[in-house]
């Protein structure tokens, strides 16, 4: 399909109208209490539009609007093969918006509009493609038990779920959650990042166009506090969170202060990238770390942030590293061919700058460290420094495109460093030799493991999340419908 030029993306971008209002019940409305806010586009801190700023009587409506669709079975109690129709309809009409939907997405969050089209576009509209195709296809268990009694294991929806979702990658993060709970038949309710709202709100009206009852996705933009709220109500059976460790803390707090809501957290990482001095080959390694790092800007849970190099191939990786780092050289978003963008806001910015002026103070900076387009957006070089394991860029999650790169020596001084970490999302191993590798996979404690790649797997069959403090239970594969769903067992006793 011919794609858009940097000048046909701007003309669009300066036409393109928003919609800044909560959908609740099918419908688009302003919040009770008549409160917004702003979303910036940080690529030229230019405001594109008022967001409702949606509260405790939003969330009440909501969740009421979610419990009557759940309980009157308009979407739970339709047939598998109905929901799964309704659900490729959906992923359908979000491929028609792909232009539309990817333009959103990077006017809010700066990311660069080919990987908005590519990655969190298409990738989307698969999830639901997936979890649509998965629907009917699924069944339940038949027991071995005596022979007067007949019992059934069935997965049944949980009811009402809510999802809370951050700005890295919007779109794509959401879908993760809501097609395997809308494909599950639960009704859900979406919290977007108060820093990046556009898409989920649009994206409500074409589940409606595809024919998902009313009630059934409901979106509330609002700040943290309409996530504590919604994590607090009585009313929510589940909440699925993606996010930081600390929010997932004051979320799991929230659910036992509650009523025990199902909590999933998908969470932040530190995630190691191994590189041994037999990889199959050094440059190819770096390539892949620089975007283990460097691709959307490095705001990634599962950024490669520590690179553990092996002393014998050091210095070659560094130079390899430096000159694939300039590929991610920034630029303005809308440019298809730019392969970095802008950071998501200030706050974040400042994060990040802050970050790289304490790794100045501990480790020896080994390129980039600076802001670049200062007058025009919140851009950030692609940044490494080299660094000893204790500092404090080689544990704390950044979020930005700032790399530790460390030397090590050998294979259990590697894993160590490795394992030294409070997180435990993903870690990367590269050798030739197959032993090694199995033998480094097992002892690294980490939802997800590449060997000689990273961050391989955009199809939707591995499970996605983390050991230790990077959270509980799995985005992607048949495994996510596990936390959308309640067990039961159904026994009967048979008439002699
Ligand atoms: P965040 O600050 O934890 O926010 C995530 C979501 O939680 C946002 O919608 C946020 O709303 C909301 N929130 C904030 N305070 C809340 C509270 N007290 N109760 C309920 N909800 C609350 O994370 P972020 O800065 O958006 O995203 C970056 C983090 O996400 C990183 O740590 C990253 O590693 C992690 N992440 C993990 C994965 C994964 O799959 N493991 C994927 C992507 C990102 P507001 O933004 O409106 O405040
Ligand atoms: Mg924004």
Redesign the pocket.
Known sequence: MPRLTHEQWQALATSQTFEGRAFIDGNYLAAESGRTFTTVNPANKQTLTEIADCGEADVNKAVAAARTAFEDGRWAGLAPVRRKTVMLRFAELIREHADELALLETLDVGKPISDSLNVDVAGAAYCVQWFAEAIDKIGGEVAPLAPNLHGTVTREPIGVVAA??????PLL?AS?KFAPALAAGNSLIL??????PLTAIRIAALAQQAGIPDGVFNVLP???????L??LHMDVDCLA????????K??MA?AAESNLKRVWL????KSPNIVLADCPDVAQAARTAAGGIFFNQG????AGSRVLVQRGIYDEFVAELKKAAEGYRPGDPLNPATGMGAIVDEV?YQRVLGYIELGKQEATLLFGGHAVHTDTGYYIAPTAFETSPGARIAHE?I?GPVCAVIPFDTEDEAIAIASDSDYG?AAAVWTRDVSRAHRLARRLRAGTVWINCYDEGGDMNLP???YKQ??NGR?KSLHALEKYTELKSTLLKLCP
């Open positions: 809370v979702v951050p700005w890295n990658f993060m993760w919290k977007p990042s108060e820093k990046s609002g700040a943290g506090e309409t996530g504590r919604l994590a969170f993606t996010g930081s460790t600390a929010v997932g004051k979320i929230c998908e969470l932040g990482g705001e990634m849970c599962s974040q999650e979020f999302l996605f999340g983390g990077s959270g985005d």
